[in-house]
């Protein structure tokens, strides 16, 4: 069974840093992509970002590009997501989310809150 | 690239059909067979129902389905259930960036 567990959110200062992590279980994690997505408050769905399975590939909504970037450790089946020069804008539950098939968004983690806030 | 388009609720019956509809444009929704839909109870992990226009994931309920006409995708719910009532999001790849719709909510009357 998939999971996909967050960890990291919390409350920052616009201008601060930010890491989030996923760790994920249940299957073969370095044969998949993964994305991250975020839900601002009382808001729609937004994707962020997404990573290839090696970690060759990676790409970003223009709305973080510059500022957030994507990895993940293969031999540790964890995907993180750094945040830099965070805005009040920024604040969301940010998932995990596992790609599937072509390009499809499958299984998602619980989600972590980011509030960016002084 | 905008958001897709979603009604921002419905509502139906124990045992009537829904259909919730979703318009983007030629570059997304309309150029590729990638759009998935997902059901969100809140506080929980989204859930994937459709994928592909069309397919679902195995232990999804056959009262589930997905089509597109041009620009618009859909989403239909035969047989409504209460445990059914949540937050229904489409989704279409445009070429990376992937791109979602703003959400319906759909009440079980």
């Known amino acids: 069974q998939v999971q996909l567990v967050e960890s990291g959110g919390g409350v920052v200062q616009p201008g601060r840093s930010l890491r989030l992590s996923c760790a994920a279980s249940?299957?073969?994690?370095?044969?998949?992509?993964m994305h991250w997505v975020r839900q601002a408050p009382g808001k729609g769905l937004e994707w962020v970002a997404i990573?290839?399975?090696?970690?060759?590939?990676?790409d970003y909504a223009d709305s973080v590009k510059g500022r957030f970037t994507i990895s993940r450790d293969n031999s540790k089946n964890t995907l993180d997501l750094q945040m830099n020069s965070l805005r009040p804008e920024d604040t969301a539950v940010y998932y995990c989310?596992?790609?599937?098939?072509?390009?499809?968004?499958?299984?998602w983690g619980q989600g972590t809150l980011v509030t960016v806030s002084s | 690239q905008s958001a897709l388009t979603q009604p921002a609720s419905v509502s139906g019956s124990p045992g009537q059909s829904i259909t919730i509809s979703c318009t983007g444009t030629?570059?997304?929704?309309?150029?590729?067979?990638?759009v998935s839909w997902y059901q969100h109870h809140p506080g929980r992990a989204p859930k994937l129902m459709i994928y592909e226009v069309t397919k679902r994931p195995s232990g999804v309920s056959h009262r589930f389905s997905g089509s597109r006409s041009g620009n618009t995708a859909s989403l239909t719910i035969s047989g409504l259930q209460a445990e059914d009532e949540a937050d229904y999001y489409c989704c279409s790849y445009a070429g990376s960036p992937w791109v979602f719709g703003g959400g319906t909510k759909l009440t079980v009357l």
């Open positions: 990573i290839s399975y090696d970690g060759s590939d990676k």
């Open positions: 030629s570059s997304d929704v309309g150029s590729y067979d990638l």
């Open positions: 249940g299957f073969t994690f370095s044969t998949h992509g």
């Open positions: 989310t596992k790609a599937v098939g072509v390009a499809t968004i499958g299984d």
